[in-house]
């Protein structure tokens, strides 16, 4: 079945500092890929996502991409702030498969950025 | 717009009593997501709806555990008797079907003591 696989945490790094997340997948359809951010006490929020090979997600500073050569979708960013101190999952959803709508989380990574 | 809707957002129960967890997706979604996150498992996929129709059960852990949608517009959880080991944030998710993309509800904090 399909599967998600992330670098493990926590990870801790400095105001500023250069962030990658790993992410690889195993799928037999051709899947979306999502990363997904959860702030304390909150619930899961869409960061960015890609819906085909070589497309770039982007958001707040965040980007990604759909590295089909690879099975991966790593994260990165350039300069992390305090504020992006959340745990981050990468998922993906077989569109053309049989659990059409269902999506498949990795076990999250916990980010801590310090001033 | 409101978002995914969830109550109570905080529960104490005792075990062996009944508990119930409610949801409203967002309007006009049509496909609905119940998940449960541990700090052991993770983030796990309970069962999902379309167009109010269970899909998927098969990550309902027990027969303790039934969920229903009579209609668009709500979604209830319930877990029947509850146990310790069913403490965890339970979220809800919805969207449009045939469009990826899941809007997640602010979870409901079970403690079952």
């Known amino acids: 079945g399909d599967s998600v696989t992330q670098m493990e945490g926590p990870v801790t790094l400095s105001e500023e500092a250069f962030l990658t997340i790993n992410c690889t997948y195993t799928a037999t359809g051709y899947p979306s890929l999502f990363w997904y951010v959860q702030y304390p006490g909150e619930g899961l929020q869409l960061l960015l996502k890609a819906t085909k090979a070589d497309d770039k997600g982007s958001n707040k500073g965040f980007e990604a991409t759909y590295r089909k050569e690879t099975t991966s979708f790593h994260l990165e960013k350039g300069s992390v702030q305090v504020s992006d101190s959340a745990v981050y999952f990468c998922?993906?959803?077989?569109?053309?498969?049989?659990?059409?709508?269902?999506?498949?989380f990795g076990q999250g990574t916990i980010l801590t950025v310090h001033p | 717009d409101a978002g995914v809707i969830q109550s109570p957002r905080h529960e104490v129960t005792e075990m062996g009593q009944e508990v119930t967890l409610r949801c409203k997706p967002i309007s006009g979604h049509n496909s609905l997501f119940w998940y449960r996150q541990t700090m052991m498992r993770g983030l796990e996929l309970l069962i999902y709806f379309n167009n109010n129709v269970p899909i998927d059960d098969s990550g309902m852990p027990e027969d303790r555990f039934s969920a229903k949608m009579p209609n668009a517009s709500f979604s209830t959880l319930k877990i029947q008797p509850s146990e310790p080991r069913d403490s965890a944030v339970y979220f809800c998710a919805s969207s449009l079907l045939g469009v990826d993309t899941q809007y997640f509800g602010p979870g409901t904090r079970l403690t079952v003591l």
């Open positions: 998922a993906l959803t077989d569109a053309g498969g049989t659990s059409y709508g269902k999506l498949t």
